[in-house]
């Protein structure tokens, strides 16, 4: 009873964070980052491990470097995330634009279906709500379920406020069956692990054998419907831009596994470019083989 009357409490506040103008918004997170970086250390030896692993030839001094602008990164993130419950249509299309999003409205306008890799990098909330507000086709966003009933009732709503469809992890085949011949979008973030007992393909990721969730390939050679990546750059505090990039157009005529090594290989690469803006806090590699 204590634990749900302090999740309220919270959320209440979060709801109220989230009337702030973004310029407040950035100015209180500037001050978070202080707090969690140097003084809480939230993650910290998690991220500094990842980054090392990830980057064994830099310096220290460089890895720090690229720490600190992660963390200063992560708190801008969260505030964007509680910004989420207040933020208008208006707001969400101006900090967030498309390039080449044609390549994928030309299917849905043959009521055609596609599905896109996405990555725990940039905005990855945001980017679900504009891509429900930019193209013609119907937003589905696949996603795991919080313990927490409060807040997984709270995300459930921003996360669907501007007409998308949120879908658990576990129904997603069924989702994607019944959306045939709709116009179409199902986005797949594929950069955390499996769970141990899931983790069946193995392979090199950021310098470390990882286990990879094959999710969006099974649907993909079922189904036949083209794979995007969207790339994410960050323009500046609080705007992005997510370019449309095709990796595998005819699913069904590919090799076991090439699909999980194009859109790996592709997260790699962008990673790598600009390292900042990936969850370097998240234990993406507490599993091992075997």
């Known amino acids: 009873m204590l634990q749900k009357a302090f999740t309220h409490i919270g959320l209440f506040f979060l709801k109220l964070l ?5 310029s407040v918004l950035y100015f209180l997170a500037d001050g978070v980052y202080l707090l969690l970086y140097y003084v809480i250390g939230y993650r910290r030896k998690v991220a500094r491990e990842n980054l090392q692993n990830v980057f064994p030839n830099q310096k220290l001094e460089e890895i720090i470097a690229i720490e600190q602008k992660f963390y200063r990164y992560l708190v801008s993130l969260m505030v964007e995330i509680v910004k989420m419950d207040s933020i208008s249509e208006k707001e969400v299309q101006k900090r967030f634009k498309f390039k080449n999003l ?14 896109i890799c996405t990555a725990h990098y940039g905005n990855w909330e945001w980017a679900g709500l504009s ?83 094959l999710g969006i390939e099974k649907i993909a050679k079922k189904t ?26 005819e699913p069904a005529n590919t090799a076991e596994y090439e699909i999980t090594e194009l859109h790996i290989r592709f997260l790699e690469k962008m990673i790598i470019e600009e390292p900042a803006y990936w969850l370097w806090s998240h234990r993406r590699w507490k599993y091992k083989r075997g």
């Open 18 to 22: 989230a009337l702030l103008p973004m």
């Open 224 to 249: 036949n419907r083209p794979v995007f990546y969207l790339k994410t750059k960050v323009i500046k505090r609080g705007y992005y831009e997510m370019d449309c990039v095709p990796i595998c157009l």
């Open 102 to 115: 044609d390549l994928m409205e030309a299917y849905w306008q043959k009521n055609e279906g596609v599905l």
């Open 131 to 213: 891509l429900g507000l930019t193209g013609s086709a119907q937003n589905y966003i696949i996603y795991k379920p919080l313990n927490n009933a409060t807040f997984e009732d709270w995300f459930y709503k921003v996360r669907t406020k501007f007409g998308n469809k949120a879908i658990a992890m576990r129904q997603t085949l069924r989702a994607v069956q019944g959306s045939k011949g709709e116009a179409s979008v199902f986005c797949f973030a594929n950069d955390q692990a499996p769970s141990k007992d899931e983790s069946h393909y193995w392979t090199t990721f950021l310098n470390q054998e990882s286990s990879v969730q």
